[in-house]
């Protein structure tokens, strides 16, 4: 087996004994991704030499007889709305394509003193404004299943990096559905924490009191061990969790009997691709013959929850791009007057979906719209959290399905808003609540995989990743691999 093969966990096991180095380890992905990226267009930057450089230091300190943390040398992937110290943090937009913070973000600095090497920058739709990662300034990323198909967004360069054993690991972030589509779409294990579980301090927003950096991995321990090295308080960013961080690792092999399991009746049935319905119900069978007890349940305000989400993410996302003036950085375009300067240099700055919702976002927000769209949203908001809160006096964890439907054709969706806001469906009303959501890879429709997608209360991050290892252990295959025939074709793009 080669080393860009292995799990982040087989990688740990063979580095901690050192029977491989840091450096043989990120040498092997480096070489993966030139093999295989020109054919899915997952990174926007490969960041070699800084990779290599954390790579030799841990295996320096190791060689020293330090110890380290379990992922030391483990590389990792970034997606591009995180913010590295000398590396360029673009955002998949050309407002950002010479940008190099003079600071990173909190998870890359605990990344850095773990030892995580970074592999590089990941595509991901402009400003993560997508659920496809069609709307990028630089390019389409495809998914490896099928490269006709999209691999979910806005994360998918992540996604993909992970699917296609680019990197053991990766970053995204989850506003409405960024990490748990993708993983969905690509056949891995993806989980949005708990709103302030982890820091966004360094993450460009799309939507402040939503958004959410999390991990990609292809299984739940992996999962386990990077939620474990990202999460924590950090006085940095104003909306951190204070609450102390489990081992989420030690927790995964802890029974699931007892559980009480609650079905969403609004994430399953009519309107939902057969075998994506299929695969919710095979998950709960087998939980339910180890002892878990189910019910069904109805989250009564969910059908509210996309209008409401679209209203609240437009509006935050228009105030939060008003920094974008091509004035202190960003692309800059000379004009008669100061409008004129503004006008021109946003005007060719930002992309068609990005302007789309800067205009809906300035809409909902001015006077004689603030009541009509924006502040009946916060209500449904408000009533979407109770459903949950309520639903999770009666249960553990809810289950539902991720999409709709498995991965679509690129351009399928693209041009139409509402039908690419239907991507997210079954996603946003538990991101509005705030409360962390897994989606497990378990079964497939056409040969594409299927996710399932497991919520549980604020902070019970570990029952989902439980529930997740569980589940691994009992469906058809273990690792869920892409086959790539298209490497043998040859022929990148």
Known sequence: MELFEMTAAGLSRLLQTEEISAVEVVESFLGRIEKVDPYVKAFITVSA????????????????????HPLAGVPVAVKDNICTKGVRTTCASRALENFIPPYEATVIAALHRLGLPVLGKTNLDEFAAG??????????????WDRERVPGGSSGGSAVAVSTGMAPLALGSDTGGSIRQPAAFCGLTGLRPTYGRVSRYGMVPLAS????????????TDCALLQGAIAGYDLL?????P??????GAQLEKPVSGLRLGIIAEQQGEGFDP?????VTRAVRVLKENGVIVDEISLPHQRYALSAYRSLVSAEFSSSLGRFDGVRYGLSQPGENINRMFSQSRGLSFGPAVKGRILLGTYILSAAQYEKYY??????????????????QRFDLLVGAVTATPAFKIGAKRGDPHQMALADLCLVGNALAGVPSISVPFGAAGG??????FTAPPLREDILLRVAYFLEQHRESGTIRPRLSFLEEGGGE
């Open 131 to 144: 659920a496809s990662t069609e709307t990028s300034a630089f390019f389409i990323t495809r998914n490896p």
């Open 209 to 220: 009191s939503l958004d959410q950096v999390g991990p990609l991995a292809m299984d739940a």
């Open 448 to 453: 594409l995989p299927v996710g399932v997608q």
């Open 375 to 392: 502040l009946p949203a916060g209500r449904a908001r408000t009533l979407i959290a109770r459903d949950y809160s309520e639903a999770f």
């Open 49 to 68: 030499e800084q990779a290599l450089q954390t790579a030799a230091a841990v295996d320096r300190q190791r060689a020293g007889g330090e110890k380290l």
């Open 237 to 241: 960013d104003s909306t951190s969790l």
């Open 275 to 279: 075998e994506i319905n299929s695969a």
């Open 243 to 248: 609450d102390e961080v489990p081992d989420y």
